[in-house]
């Protein structure tokens, strides 16, 4: 009940929001303004350019009016008189066309009304005047349609009391503080350049390596558990993306096709149809199911330049991607032991609180599930995923209408720095795509038979996976992953040769080091040190070189004293074994 009446509350916000630059704003256009986690948001065509300083002035307005004691009033009026009462309002008659009943909805709160279904509070006195807060601008095209003209979106957060508005305003500061394209810039991880083009990400020195070291990671425990790496090119011909259903279900989300010597070719949005062909390529046996393919694919995917967010959405990444193709009575124990892998890694990144979520179809939607025939391969897949689950001991929760179009699917689910729910991974259990592509093993009867596919890509993308890392962090990397492990600081030149004596004995333990042994201050080396969130500090000078010792400070201004260099290497050696 209480977040049903904050939700109504802050829906009723972006009306007086509304309100408020109807106001100061005359000819203003108003688009929608609906409610959303945490606040609400309004889009407004505006006839003046709107700065983020006059946010403050919109609020302002905002609380004078609240304090005015405004009613919220619904009245049913017919289109047409809809249509004359927002003559002046393009977005609104566009809404009104679109409405298939004879029939709209209006809520009038003063001298403002808008065309709207509510519900509303019933008086602005149910608002608390210092529990919510305009945020930022942002734009917004119209409908989410590039095709269309861009609004300016006004943000707002609300909340029942200011002390929760305040929690989530210091929550918010320090997400901001984790935000991984502000932590990317800062230490030099990764870069976008217009004359690239938008949302196609370039890995710098450190940013490549730490995203090899994944790769590396994945690829040694894939291959512990039995999977068979392979590589895809990155286009295929019209005809493969139509034999899987992609080109029918999933074009929007695709490149335009490229024409070689006449014939239609698309950048690769899956790879799956390709492994399907390769398992295609060779009759396989009952014997050799499971047949596990990895691949880390690059693909490529149409995602709207209003979605594009550093490494969590781009056009262009790296699917830590894998298809087991089973025998029926494989399909559980297949999936369990995927689960185990995802314990397996999430454990060595210290990936907590995490939980699964099952996603079935909506059978009423024509447009995605219409070509579902076998509707019990569907039921029989969900109940695999879910008995597979509880036996594992996975948490989980089912909604519907989010399955991919060729099966259910589970996403892996996690709080991000925001508070907002991300997925990074999914497994999905497949009967449709052996059927499409024909695929068959020879089962102990000498008979062909259609295999199972499991898809799962534990990692999700390593693009959104590494920037999950750097937010999860704030950037202190573990000592096993960090570009830089460990930066010698020398207190004077006077001590760059034991120094440098040091660097080559941690260079032969396979340690990455580094040495500063510039001109500049040992307070500035430290500070720069820490800035760059090197995790080791080595300070050397008379003590330490006579002593044959270092001094040694760990990341986040803990001072560990003196130590003998074999024993601060034994240390250290143990934490990247055990990736602590």
């Not at 693009?463 to 830089?484: C, H, M």
């Not at 720069?528 to 201004?557: D, W």
Request: proline share 4%; net charge positive.
């Amino acid at each position: 009940m209480k977040n049903k009446k904050i939700n109504t509350i802050r829906h009723s916000l972006a009306h007086i929001l509304a309100y408020a630059v109807q106001e100061l704003y005359p000819g203003t256009k108003f688009g929608i303004g609906p409610a959303i986690e945490n606040g609400f948001y309004y889009d407004f065509d505006f006839s003046v350019q709107i700065k983020a300083g006059d946010l403050k002035k919109i609020e302002k307005k905002m609380r004078e009016l609240i304090r005015s004691g405004l009613n919220f009033d619904k009245k049913i009026i017919p289109k047409k008189e809809a249509a004359k009462l927002f003559k002046n309002q393009p977005y609104k008659l566009e809404l009104i066309k679109e409405i298939p009943e004879k029939s709209v909805s209006v809520y009038q709160c003063g001298d403002f009304v808008d065309l709207c279904k509510g519900p509303h509070i019933k008086s602005s006195k149910e608002i608390n005047v210092r529990a919510f807060k305009l945020t930022k601008i942002a734009g917004a095209y119209w409908k989410g349609d590039e095709k269309n003209k861009m609004l300016a979106r006004i943000y707002g957060l609300a909340f029942e009391s200011e002390k929760e508005l305040d929690k989530y305003l210091k929550q918010l500061a320090e997400a901001e503080k984790r935000d991984h394209r502000v932590l990317g810039r800062e230490l030099g991880l990764f870069m976008t350049d217009e004359r690239i083009g938008q949302g196609l990400v370039m890995l710098l020195p450190k940013g490549a390596f730490i995203y090899k070291k994944l790769e590396d990671y994945m690829y040694s425990k894939e291959f512990k558990h039995g999977y068979h790496y392979v590589r895809t090119p990155i286009l295929a011909l019209e005809d493969l993306y139509k034999k899987s259903g992609h080109l029918s279900h999933y074009k929007d989300d695709m490149y335009n096709p490229i024409d070689i010597d006449g014939e239609k070719y698309y950048l690769k949005p899956m790879n799956c149809p390709h492994h399907h062909i390769m398992f295609k390529h060779e009759i396989k046996s009952y014997q050799q199911l499971p047949y596990r393919l990895s691949d880390f694919g690059m693909i490529h995917r149409y995602e709207r330049s209003g979605t594009l967010s550093g490494l969590i959405r781009t056009r262009g990444f790296c699917q830590n991607d894998a298809h087991i193709y089973c025998r029926r009575d494989q399909v559980e124990e297949e999936f369990i032991s995927v689960l185990k892998l995802f314990k397996e890694v999430y454990k060595d990144f210290q990936i907590k609180d995490y939980w699964f979520e099952l996603s079935l179809p909506d059978l009423k939607n024509k447009e995605k599930y219409g070509d579902i025939e076998n509707k019990k391969m569907w039921r029989e897949s969900a109940d695999i995923a879910r008995r597979a689950m509880k036996k594992f001991g996975a948490k989980f929760v089912e909604i519907e209408g989010e399955a991919a179009f060729y099966g259910p699917k589970i996403d892996v689910q996690v709080k991000n720095v925001f508070g907002k729910t991300d997925t990074i991974a999914t497994i999905q259990i497949d009967f449709y795509m052996p059927e499409r592509f024909d695929l068959n093993f020879i089962n102990k009867k000498g008979e062909k038979e259609r295999p199972v596919i499991i898809h799962r890509a534990i990692m999700g993308s390593f693009e959104r996976f590494f920037a999950f890392l750097i937010e999860q962090t704030k950037g202190n990397f573990p000592l096993w992953i960090s570009p830089i492990q460990i930066e010698i600081a020398p207190i004077s030149k006077k001590y760059n040769p034991y120094a440098r004596k040091i660097k080559r004995r941690l260079e032969k333990e396979e340690i990455r080091v580094k040495l500063n042994d510039n001109d500049d201050t040992l307070g500035k080396k430290i500070r720069e040190s820490e800035k760059q969130k090197i995790p080791y500090l080595l300070i050397v000078g008379e003590k330490e070189k006579k002593n044959e010792t270092v001094s040694a400070r760990k990341r986040g201004r803990k001072d560990l004293g003196e130590l003998k260099l074999e024993n601060f290497i034994g240390r250290i050696k143990k934490e990247i074994e055990t990736k602590k």
